[in-house]
C-alpha cells in the first residue's frame, strides 16, 4: 500500500518525474514541527531528517508511492509559517505550490496549534484550490484534553480534512484513500477562500488571523483551556531579559563540560585499542612481504594518522550532538535563537545563527551547511564567514596544545 521501505526513496528533480511515469504529484506543505517530514518518510519509505527549527527543510526532497496500482510523487516542501515573507524557505514553499505542477496539495496542521496553523492554509488556498488538510498529532492533542471536530473543520474550510497520528502508519491509510479520491474527481474541493487586497499585506494579514481564530474557536473544544499554562511560564522565564541569558549561558557550560571531560574516558579507550593493533598491523605487513617505505607509509602515516583522528574527534562529537539533539527535541534551540536575536542584530546578522554557531562547536561544516536557515543573504554570507571562527571538536585538541606549549612556557620560564 506504499507504506513500506520497498516504496521508492530517491530525491528527485521535475524532469525525473516524467521518466518515472507519475501518475500525480501530491506535496506536503505546512508549519515547522507538524509531523510533515514524518508522514513523508512513511508514505515514501524515505528517510528525512526531522526536526522542530524554522527551515529544517530548504529544500524539495521527493519520493514515490505506490497505492492502488497507481505511483504518487510525493513533494516534501520546506515548511514554513507564512508564504508572505521573504525568507528562503517561504520562497520556495510559495512558487512551488503556485507553479501548477502538484495536482493536490497536502497542508499538515498540529491539532494542538490549529489557530496558528490555519494562517498558513487560507494563505495557501488562495494560490490553488485543490487542497486537503491533514489534522496530524490528534494524539498529542488527547493528552492535552484537546478535541477538533473534523467534519465542521472541512464545512468551514470547504475541502477534505483528515485526521492523522505520524507515528502509526495505520492512520495514513486514509489519506491515502482521500487523495486518490480527490485526484480522481471523486471527492471535489471548494475551498472558502477569503477576499484579500492586492498591496495591502497589513488588511490581509489581519483578515487571515482574524478568521483562523474564529475557525479555531468553532471547532476546538478544550478539557482544560489552561492546558499550556505551564508551557508559558517556563517560557517566560527561559526568555525573560533576566534569567533568559544567565540559563542559556548555564546550559552550555554543562554541555561542554561533559562533552570536554566524558570524552577522555573513550577517547583513552580508543587510543589504546589503535597502539594495540599497530605492531600487529605493522608485523602482518612484514608477513606479506610489504617494502619498507610502505610500511613506514601504511602504518606511521596512514594508520597513525586516521586512529588519531578517530579517537581524539568521535568522542566528544558522539557526546556533543546528541546532547543537541536533545535541547532541540525539548524546543529550548528556538528560545536560544530569541534570546539573542538583538546582540546578533546589532552585529548587523540574525538571531537564527546562534544556532548554526552552536552546532559549529560540534562541527564546523555542519554549522556551515546549517546557515542556509538564515532568511537574508547578506546575513547569511555573515553567518558562514564567522562561524569558521567557532572551534569546533576537531579544532579543541589542536588549540589546547597550541595553548599548553606558549602558556606552560611561559609560566615556567618565570
Not at 68 to 79: E, S, T
Not at 210 to 228: G, H, L, M, P, W
Not at 276 to 287: G, I, K, M, S, T
Not at 368 to 382: A, M, N, T, Y
Request: charged fraction near 20%; aromatic fraction near 10%; proline fraction near 4%.
Amino acid at each position: 500500500m506504499g507504506l513500506t521501505n520497498s516504496s521508492t526513496g530517491k530525491k528527485l528533480n521535475e524532469n525525473q518525474n516524467i521518466e518515472l511515469g507519475c501518475d500525480y504529484k501530491i506535496t506536503l506543505a505546512g508549519n515547522p514541527n507538524t509531523g510533515k517530514s514524518t508522514i513523508f518518510n512513511s508514505l515514501t519509505g524515505m528517510h528525512q531528517h526531522t526536526g522542530n527549527w524554522t527551515g529544517k527543510t530548504v529544500e524539495n526532497a521527493a519520493g514515490i508511492c505506490n497505492y492502488k496500482n497507481k505511483k504518487y510523487l510525493f513533494v516534501d516542501i520546506p515548511g514554513t509559517y507564512s508564504l508572505m515573507a521573504d525568507s528562503e524557505e517561504e520562497k520556495i514553499a510559495r512558487d512551488y505550490i503556485s507553479s501548477g505542477i502538484p495536482d493536490i496539495t497536502v497542508v499538515i496542521v498540529d491539532a494542538t496549534r490549529l489557530e496558528r496553523n490555519l494562517n498558513l492554509v487560507y494563505q495557501i488556498m488562495n494560490l490553488t484550490d485543490n487542497i486537503i488538510v491533514c489534522v496530524n498529532l490528534l494524539d498529542e492533542a488527547k493528552i492535552k484534553g484537546i478535541t477538533v471536530n473534523l467534519k465542521q473543520l472541512s464545512i468551514e474550510l470547504g475541502v477534505p480534512v483528515v485526521g492523522t497520528i505520524a507515528k502509526k502508519k495505520s492512520s495514513l491509510q486514509n489519506l491515502l484513500k482521500t487523495i486518490d479520491l480527490v485526484c480522481q474527481g471523486k471527492i471535489i474541493c471548494n475551498p472558502n477562500k477569503l477576499e484579500l487586497q492586492k498591496d495591502n499585506s497589513e488588511y490581509n494579514t489581519k483578515l487571515i488571523f482574524d478568521k483562523a481564530q474564529e475557525v479555531s474557536k468553532n471547532i476546538c473544544t478544550f478539557r482544560n483551556i489552561n492546558y499550556n499554562e505551564r508551557d508559558k511560564k517556563i517560557d517566560k522565564i527561559l526568555t525573560s531579559k533576566r534569567f533568559g541569558i544567565p540559563i542559556m549561558i548555564l546550559f552550555f557550560c554543562l554541555i561542554f563540560w561533559i562533552t570536554i571531560v566524558g570524552a577522555n574516558y573513550p577517547s583513552e579507550l580508543l587510543s589504546n585499542f589503535f597502539n594495540f593493533l599497530e605492531p600487529r598491523f605493522a608485523n602482518l605487513l612484514v608477513v606479506l612481504h610489504f617494502p619498507e617505505w610502505l610500511i613506514s607509509l601504511l602504518v606511521d602515516g596512514v594508520y597513525k594518522t586516521v586512529t588519531w583522528i578517530v579517537s581524539v574527534m568521535l568522542p566528544p562529537m558522539a557526546i556533543f550532538f546528541p546532547l543537541f539533539t536533545l535541547l532541540e527535541d525539548l524546543g529550548y534551540l528556538p528560545r536560544i535563537a530569541f534570546n539573542l536575536d538583538k546582540c546578533f542584530k546589532k552585529c548587523c546578522s540574525s538571531g537564527k545563527q546562534a544556532l548554526t554557531m552552536c552546532m559549529g562547536f560540534g562541527c564546523n561544516a555542519a554549522g556551515v551547511i546549517g546557515c542556509r536557515i538564515i532568511s537574508s543573504k547578506r546575513e547569511r554570507l555573515i553567518a558562514i564567514i564567522t562561524n569558521n571562527f567557532v572551534p569546533c571538536n576537531g579544532r579543541f585538541p589542536f588549540l589546547i596544545t597550541i595553548a599548553t606549549i606558549f602558556f606552560s612556557g611561559a609560566m615556567g620560564s618565570r
